[in-house]
């Protein structure tokens, strides 16, 4: 019957948003702890998930490691990566307008992704797994990849759990405290130059897992970068910025609005909906769905 | 075996705020250090915390100097300042704030500043940002005291406040004095500044232009015909 299989496929596309959405708030979260925390966007954000996804890939042929499995050693090596990115190179121009790190970390995403071309060649790559292919079906002609709905929990998983970490730990009470208030934050003896590397070696770390996440369910080339950083954009900006939870429901409408965006577009447009999104937002509701007030009191000193 | 602040010349950019100012706290005394609207008093305890580098002079504790230390490390180094505005970090609750203040020597332990600011325990589950002014001001004495600070600088304690509540606060004080902790008082308020201190200094135009015991300033007749309006 022609409704019930309307319905199945808006079912499917449903389903197949929310994993995807899921993917997009682990994608997103190190961009807008950045952005609220540092006040630096980070236009070199995309570029850190391909290359995780890269670090994946590479872990995966040499030594057909399950790219879930090296997900401990992608973010140990991205972890220390964005500690000393920030460190040694973000840290220089971190009280400069934003403008100045906006460039920064466009020329940072311009090197890093002509190294990855390097590299690696231009080519489209996808990290295969045995169970890529399996998927469990649901009632109402609903099928469920497993790989996808494993990146999804993982993602989802990892996203909450640094909500948890930033209001509940030591360390991640002094990344809020500095977000807030740099000068206040130091008043405490709080070190705000380690607490900033802290945070941006993090963000890269969960931005690399994203990366393997994503070689896992698609394919990816260097070239991909600006679109991550695109939709971690869009879903910092629609969740309100700086927020975990912000970047979880952010995501997850990004990833709706993609999927079900396919359904109704013609192929070639269902890469505006993030755009087409991302204006609707700013027009409505600019301070986003959670709000910013959470960050509203920011101090410099 | 002071907190000592000597010879400082300090300002922002070129514009020197601060000429020559010599100002000492000892263990356990109340110094209050007063003057008019932009005679340079904040700035001076901004020199004292490491917020703003002093182009002559030197800060010391203890004899230890602290000239080029950072902000961190003055801190660390026993000496607290609960900063012009009072900067609670608003979005986090009460308990939050006071373990920030804990921060750097690990003590989660609220009971004694608790029981300093009674108040503060029905709140510690509110967010800082939703606090009364007298309420937030205690906060911020409250969280400087979590880290157990040799030295405490306080800028403009009774700001926007209402004055029962300044006295309530001011009370305070003389309980954490007692328990060897140095003060240093900035108020506009020279009337109760000098009442609470032991010893005072008058700041005008970034110059100390008199010093010495509280009770001898607050009978100064210059003093008194410009500060406490007599």
Redo the contacts between chains.
């Keep these: 019957m022609a409704r019930d299989h309307l319905m199945s496929q808006f079912l499917q596309a449903t389903l197949y948003g929310l994993l995807q959405g899921g993917v997009f708030a682990l994608v997103a979260v190190g961009f807008s702890l950045v952005w609220g925390v540092m006040n630096v966007v980070n236009l070199a954000h995309g570029a850190f998930v391909v290359a995780g996804a890269y670090l994946a890939f590479e872990l995966h042929s040499w030594t057909g490691i399950d790219p879930f499995l090296s997900v401990p050693v992608v973010a140990v090596a991205l972890f220390a990566l964005g500690y000393l990115v920030q460190r040694y190179l973000v840290n220089l121009v971190i009280n400069a307008p934003v403008f100045i790190t906006l460039l920064l970390t466009f020329g940072l995403e311009l090197v890093i992704v002509n190294g990855m071309i390097m590299l690696f060649t231009a080519n489209y790559r996808s990290i295969p797994t045995g169970y890529a292919t399996t998927s469990l079906a649901l009632p109402g002609d609903v099928r469920l990849p497993l790989g996808r709905l494993i990146a999804a929990l993982l993602a989802v998983g990892l996203t909450l759990a640094l909500g948890y970490l930033m209001r509940h730990t030591r360390i991640g009470l002094a990344i809020l405290a500095t977000g807030m208030d740099r000068g206040a934050a130091r008043l405490m003896g709080i070190k705000a130059a380690h607490v900033y590397a802290l945070t941006f070696g993090l963000a890269v770390a969960l931005a690399g897992i994203a990366g393997a996440a994503v070689g896992t369910i698609g394919t990816f080339s260097p070239a991909d970068a600006g679109r991550f950083t695109l939709f971690s954009f869009v879903a910092a900006v629609l969740g309100g910025l700086g927020t975990m939870s912000g970047a979880l429901y952010g995501g997850l409408l990004l990833g709706l609005a993609e999927a079900w965006g396919g359904q109704l577009l013609p192929g070639t447009l269902v890469n505006a909906v993030a755009f087409a999104v991302l204006v609707v937002v700013l027009a409505v509701r600019p301070q986003g769905l959670a709000g910013r007030s959470f960050y509203a009191a920011r101090v410099e000193v | 075996m002071s907190f000592a602040l000597e010879g400082i010349s300090a300002g922002y950019g070129r514009v020197l705020v601060l000429h020559d100012v010599t100002v000492t706290v000892a263990p356990g005394e109340i110094v209050a250090l007063v003057g008019p609207n932009g005679a340079g008093k904040s700035t001076l305890l901004r020199v004292a ?1 490491g ?1 703003v580098r002093a182009s002559r002079g030197s800060v010391r504790v203890d004899d230890r100097n602290l000239d080029r230390a ?3 490390q003055i ?2 180094a026993g000496v ?2 609960v ?1 012009e505005g009072r ?6 609750t009460v308990r ?1 704030n006071l ?3 804990g ?4 003590n989660r332990d609220l009971e004694p500043v608790l029981a300093l600011f009674p108040r503060l325990a029905d709140r510690l589950r509110q967010a800082a ?1 939703s606090l009364s002014g007298g309420e937030q001001q205690m906060c911020a004495i409250a ?1 400087a005291l979590m ?1 157990q600070p040799r030295f405490l600088l306080i800028d403009e304690l009774s700001l926007g406040l209402a004055p029962v509540l300044v006295d309530e606060i001011m009370a305070r004080l003389v309980a954490i004095a007692a328990t060897g902790t140095g003060i240093l008082l900035v108020e506009q308020d020279a009337g109760a500044a000098l009442e609470l201190a032991a010893r005072g200094y008058v700041l005008e135009n970034g110059v100390v232009v008199l010093e010495g015991p509280a009770a001898q300033l607050a009978g100064d007749a210059r003093v008194r015909e410009a500060y406490l309006g007599i």
């Design positions: 915390s917020m950072s902000i961190e801190a660390r607290a300042h900063p900067r609670l970090f608003p979005g986090l939050d373990r920030l203040g921060w750097q020597n690990r940002g969280r880290s």
